[in-house]
């Protein structure tokens, strides 16, 4: 099977950084698109940046300008790079990966991580 780790989350200040990490590992052929959700307490789970193989990238309008994705095919490890962090981006941040398991299958399965707290105070 597949597993995902994220990595990096913590306690900041108001108008700090951090970078989160998410690896993967297991059985992977290969990885495609590669996402960071953030689930807020009482609030439903969102989409914040989802990157293609190829780099190509898109953000939520609510991070755009602040937060960027990247990753590093070679080491099947998604980024988040958070900068000018607001206490309202306080959330367990989770990452996701369509994976194909084998070479034999076009089928992308989408495996999740636990999930890492950030906490922004004010």
């Known amino acids: 099977q597949v597993q995902l780790v994220e990595s990096g989350g913590g306690l900041v200040q108001a108008g700090g950084s951090l970078r989160l990490s998410c690896a993967a590992s297991g059985s992977i052929f290969s990885i495609n698109v590669m996402r960071w959700y953030r689930q807020a307490p009482g609030k439903q789970r969102e989409l914040v940046a989802d990157?293609?193989?190829?780099?190509?990238?898109h953000n939520a309008d609510s991070v755009k300008g602040r937060f960027t994705i990247s990753r590093d095919n070679a080491k099947n490890t998604v980024y988040l790079q958070m900068n000018s962090l607001k206490p309202e981006d306080t959330a367990v941040y989770y990452c996701?990966?369509?994976?194909?398991?084998?070479?034999?299958?076009?089928?992308?399965?989408?495996?999740w991580g636990p999930g890492t707290q950030v906490t922004v105070s004010s």
């Open positions: 990157i293609t193989t190829g780099g190509v990238t």
């Open positions: 996701n990966a369509d994976v194909k398991v084998n070479s034999y299958s076009d089928i992308a399965l989408r495996f």
